[in-house]
Nanobody, 127 residues
């Protein structure tokens, strides 16, 4: 699976931005998808994940209620809608795919459980 994230940019605090992740290769139905981010000087952290069916989602506490993850398996796309953005949301955002072997997730927040990664897209939130 090859992944390519897009949609990053500069936005003011309180604004919104939508990220997209396009997958190519194998069907996406076999994979749960996650979003991670890495701010300058910090480690990569989990943001959100969605099961292969799209019925189950999981969010980091820092973004819960503000971010929404969704997917369109027919189009091989995953999305991250980000509302009420804060300066601390500034980071490079990565999409990733993990095989779940029939489960909804395989430790969704653990980046080591994801075997496929996109190149990242930069989100900058100004105060």
């Amino acid at each position: 699976v090859q992944l390519q994230a897009s949609g990053g940019g500069l936005v003011q605090a309180g604004g919104s931005l939508s990220l997209s992740c396009a997958a190519s290769g194998r069907t996406m139905v076999d994979y749960a998808m996650g979003w991670f981010r890495q701010a300058p000087g910090k480690e990569r952290e989990f943001v959100a994940a969605i099961s292969f069916s799209g019925l189950t989602t999981y969010y980091a506490d820092a973004v819960k209620g503000r971010f929404t993850v969704s997917r369109d398996n027919a189009k091989k796309m995953v999305f991250l809608r980000m509302n009420s953005l804060k300066p601390e949301d500034t980071a490079v955002y990565y999409c990733a795919a993990q095989e779940t072997y029939g489960l909804a997730f395989n430790r969704a927040a653990d980046s080591a459980r994801y075997g496929f990664w996109g190149q990242g897209t930069l989100v900058t939130v100004s105060s």
